[in-house]
């Protein structure tokens, strides 16, 4: 390009290319106190304060009693523990923030001490806490030992058949919790009875729940087809808590109604929800949730799913809003409240934004990582795509192997998970048979067995799922009659697997805090309890789940390279003879260019990181050097297989005393025998991208140094790929198939190469 | 952590699970222990949806669970959810209708809804919740048309 091609534009082009990244998609905000736009620090955010008259509070953050609105009435009556209050409210928020992060003050008594503390009182002391310090104490802070994550299952079409399937394969993926929804809201009945029977294929105890309207979603929960539900929402405002349509007291009754029908239940939160609803009151995002969070733990709710849901991606707009995500989670911990800690709807377009943001949950550990790991692809998401979509969950997995931390999943190899969608796929079509709710033909199951999304289906439609739905729910068919239907058609792990779960309501033992369910067994912080104090202690993988964790798809090791490269040795046999001819010596002649092969070359070795076969590498070489006017001689040494030591050892016996030393990978430099050894004159130092042309270059200079040219040095462009990610692990590997062939001493030998197809030899590839 | 910490018959984080811990407290609606329902006697009809129904008893031993792990609000929770075990789901669905903003065109409505909850099904916490509610209501200005 010239400087012609900028066409008159005054701008730096570096801004053209940054433009066009993912990133410009996202939406940024100015911080804007007065208007809500506030991470930390609302314009009308009231400083901490409380009085206390005769066990009754009469002031709290700012407001006296008179003023209360029904939320400052329900945290001071239902949250605040007025037993604690004054000595939790003399605590400089400081010293508390300091505690947070103190392996030596217990959770216990932080969690003592949030319950005496206002909404006002808490947001301070987070706010004290960088980035780092949050992700630490809620590794501290968070209730259960063991961490889980939760799976959104839905698709585009609310196709039971793929439903069922996918949540088999959300199953067998290891997510604790399944949730989904519909894309048509009648379809809640179907879509509930799909996931409820795909998450019985492969293990038992994967508790699910259907986002439906708040009384339909309870009456789907009497019918015993989901287990818990999260979407009793609690907004920090009055204004935006009766918009949404409820006020602290109806949610609270709705908290215990979940309760009373065995369901287990936690709210949802989180930052930017009053502003996106218009009634933030020039408040904090922080504060706002601390209200909320307040809030919860009086309704006797035992957990939260927060750290912004639908809200996030306005919360992430706002400098520091990310921060704020983190603190807000920290606060549920601390109030001990179970966490699900969003990471749910997808709040950047940005892979590297999305990927900084689960790193600190990812190794602190969290009740549930994700509030919501879309399974699914992302267009057949119908909550919204997730941070993490079943396009990105591989990258997730290859998250937890880097960190070795524990991020809920498992992952599974193609066979496993086949089976497991295709068990699920005949176990509703068994269910809808025996309950005539319809015949899925082969033709239908078959395509979403093998379907990574709706796209790839020929299933039923939203439409015709509304008829099913509609008969589940006005025949009033219940868990009941699907155990029933799963017995009578032989599914009877998957009717023992559903029972389990069902039965898990009679004791009422998941409706404790954080509870989920593990090999049969319920965990929750009572049985499991997080008592991190410090290295060594709190949850630590073991080794068997270290090595589930390690086991993902297409890992090489030295067996594989290997076999990979014997699949090439019977082609490179017939194109090329390697004859030894005896000990080499030091050649006479001044047109010699003397080339140096590594050990492996051409007897376990077969082709370079590019996947050229090793004899048209050689040939093309052969014939540049030829083509520059020199001759060429291959000798194959034993006692390096380093580029820059194959390279000079060759000049040195090369009578021209120019030399070219080549490895088997492929990677190649000229050298001179009066160089230093890392001092050559060419090099070669991504094989991957070395093409044949190339090669025949090098030769050809090769000759012309040897004659005293001085010739333009061949440059093999990259465009930046990432090569040491793409090859390195195999290269290392292939480098120690070369030197496990050398031995110190070993006499360097002359080869006499025969191609039994010149001809194609000779062509130059590109 | 141990069984009965408070020596008074009460139940302990020792004792949970209930359902692996101390099976013999646990059962249904109907009384049935966890091991009288199986696959088999759903499909022979012995065991119904009843006896997969949690019991005010139940609701009430895991509020013991829950303070004795200090959750009180969550054991309060569980306590007011024990009242409400034995309460028809359509009588459940309409007092939280009630309870939602703008349902109730006054007090009067919901002390009425409080009543009927102590006076048919015993649930003294949760009528007194009710009502606490329509005195907050008035006092917010919450008897008023949404729709």
Redesign the interface.
């Known amino acids: 390009m010239g400087a012609n091609d900028l066409g008159g534009a005054n701008r730096w082009r570096r801004f053209d290319d940054w433009d066009k990244r993912p990133l410009r998609l996202d939406n940024f905000a100015v911080e804007d106190p007065e208007n809500g736009f506030s991470a930390i620090a609302g314009a009308n955010d009231p400083g901490p304060s409380l009085s206390v008259e005769n066990g009754r509070v009469t002031s709290m953050d700012g407001t006296t009693e008179d003023a209360f609105?029904?939320i400052d009435?329900f945290i001071a009556r239902?949250?605040l523990?007025l037993t604690v209050a004054e000595e939790a409210m003399a605590i400089p928020s400081i010293d508390v923030a300091r505690m947070l992060v103190d392996i030596s003050v217990p959770r216990?008594e932080l969690?003592?001490l949030a319950h005496g503390m206002t909404p006002a009182k808490l947001a301070e002391v987070v706010a004290h806490l960088n980035a780092m310090e949050i992700a630490f104490a809620y590794s501290k802070m968070r209730a259960r030992a063991t961490p889980g994550n939760q799976a959104h299952v839905t698709n585009a079409k609310d196709d039971p058949l793929q439903l069922a399937a996918d949540a088999a394969t959300a199953v067998a993926f290891g997510f604790d919790e399944i949730e989904t929804t519909m894309r048509v809201s009648r379809n809640a009945w179907s879509n509930a009875l799909a996931c409820c029977v795909g998450a019985a294929v492969g293990r038992s105890g994967v508790l699910f729940q259907c986002s439906s309207e708040?009384?339909e979603e309870?009456?789907i929960g009497?019918a015993?087809f989901s287990s818990y539900a999260e979407t009793v929402s609690v907004y920090g405002t009055?204004g935006s808590?009766?918009d949404g349509?409820?006020?602290p007291?109806?949610k609270?009754?709705?908290?215990?109604?979940?309760?009373?029908?065995?369901i287990k239940m936690r709210c949802t939160s989180g930052a930017a929800a009053e502003l996106l609803m218009g009634f933030h009151e020039a408040k904090s995002l922080l504060y706002l949730e601390a209200r909320c969070l307040c809030m919860q733990?009086?309704?006797?709710?035992?957990g939260t799913q927060n750290g912004g849901i639908d809200g996030a991606p306005l919360a992430a707009a706002i400098p520091g809003g990310v921060r704020e995500l983190m603190a807000e989670n920290l606060l549920a911990v601390w109030l001990?409240l179970e966490c699900a800690s969003g990471n749910d709807a997808r709040s950047s377009e940005s892979e590297i934004r999305v990927g900084a943001k689960i790193l600190p949950f990812l190794i602190a550990g969290s009740d549930l990582i994700c509030s919501g790991f879309g399974s699914i692809l992302k267009y057949d998401n119908s909550f919204n795509p997730s941070s993490f979509n079943g396009e990105e969950m591989e990258d997730y997995m290859v998250l937890q192997r880097d960190f070795e931390a524990d991020g809920g999943l498992t992952p599974r190899g193609e066979d496993a998970v086949l089976d497991v969608r295709k068990r699920a796929v005949e176990a509703i079509s068994a269910v809808m048979e025996e309950l005539d709710l319809g015949a899925p033909d082969t033709a239908m199951k078959q395509s979403v067995v093998f379907a990574s999304g709706s796209d790839d289906t020929d299933s039923y439609t939203p439409g015709q799922v509304s008829g099913i739905s509609a008969a589940i729910k006005d025949r009033e068919i219940?868990?009941?009659d699907i155990?029933?239907a799963l017995?009578?058609r032989g599914f009877?792990e998957e009717?023992?697997n559903l029972?389990f779960l069902?039965?898990?309501?009679?004791?009422?033992?998941y409706?404790?805090?954080s509870a989920v369910i593990r090999d049969g067994?319920?965990l929750?912080?009572?049985?499991d309890p997080n008592r991190y104090g410090g290295p060594g202690s709190g949850y630590r993988l073991s080794a068997e789940r270290r090595s589930e964790i390690a086991a993902i798809r297409g890992v090489l090791d030295k067996r594989e390279v290997l076999r990979a490269e014997d699949a090439y040795k019977a082609s490179e046999q017939r194109a090329v003879e390697y004859t030894t001819m005896g000990a080499a010596t030091t050649g006479s002649d001044p047109d010699e260019v003397v080339i140096g092969i590594s050990p492996a070359f051409g007897l376990q070795l077969f082709r370079t990181l590019a996947g050229h076969p090793l004899s048209r590498v050689l040939a093309e070489l052969i014939a540049g050097i030829e083509a520059g006017g020199g001759h060429a001689r291959v000798v194959r040494f034993g006692h390096t297989a380093d580029t820059s030591f194959l390279g000079l050892s060759a000049a040195r016996l090369s009578g021209s005393g120019v030399g070219i030393g080549l490895q088997a990978k492929g990677t190649a430099v000229i050298h001179q025998k009066d160089r230093l050894p890392h001092n050559n004159l060419e090099l070669f130092s991504n094989a991957p991208i070395t093409q044949l042309a190339h090669y025949r270059g090098l030769g050809e200079n090769a000759a012309r140094y040897a004659h005293g040219n001085d010739p333009e040095p061949v440059v093999v462009p990259t465009r930046g790929e990432a090569l040491g990610a793409r090859f390195h692990g195999r290269v290392a590997l292939i480098y120690a198939i070369e030197t496990s062939l050398t031995s110190d001493g070993a006499v360097p030998e002359t080869i006499a190469v025969s191609f039994s197809e010149p001809a194609s030899n000779r062509e130059t590839g590109s | 952590m141990s069984g009965d910490p408070l020596g008074k018959g009460t139940l302990g984080?020792g004792d949970?699970?209930?359902?692996?811990k101390r099976p013999e407290v646990?059962?249904?609606r109907r009384g049935k222990g966890?091991d009288e329902?199986?696959?088999e006697t759903?499909?022979d009809g012995s065991a119904?949806?009843e006896?997969?129904?949690?019991?005010p008893r139940?609701?009430r031993?895991?509020a013991e669970?829950?303070r004795a792990?200090?959750?009180?609000?969550?054991?309060?929770?569980?306590e007011?959810?024990?009242?409400?075990?034995d309460?028809p789901?359509d009588v459940?669905?309409q007092?939280?209708?009630l309870?939602?903003?703008?349902r109730a065109a006054s007090r009067a409505a919901m002390v009425e809804a409080a009543q009927g909850l102590r006076d048919t099904y015993g649930a003294v916490r949760?009528a007194a919740?009710?009502e606490?509610?329509a005195e907050?209501?008035e006092r917010?200005g919450?008897f008023r048309s949404?729709y």
Do not use: C
């Open positions: 609105d029904m009435l239902y949250h523990d216990e969690v003592r708040e009384a309870l009456q009497m015993g009055e808590f009766i349509d409820d006020t007291w109806s609270a009754f709705l908290t215990a109604a979940y309760a009373s029908r065995g733990r009086a309704m006797g709710a035992q001990d219940t868990v009941i155990i029933r017995h009578a009877t009717a023992e029972l069902v039965k898990l309501r009679v004791s009422g033992d409706l404790q805090t067994r319920v929750s912080a009572i049985n | 984080t949970y699970p209930l359902a692996e646990v059962a249904g966890l329902v199986t696959v759903i499909v119904t949806i006896d997969l129904r949690i019991s139940a609701l031993q895991q669970v829950a792990a200090g959750r009180t609000a969550l054991a309060e929770n569980f007011r959810a024990a009242e409400l075990a309460v789901q459940i669905m007092t939280y209708e309870l939602r903003p703008g949760m919740f009710v606490e509610a907050v209501y917010r919450l949404r």
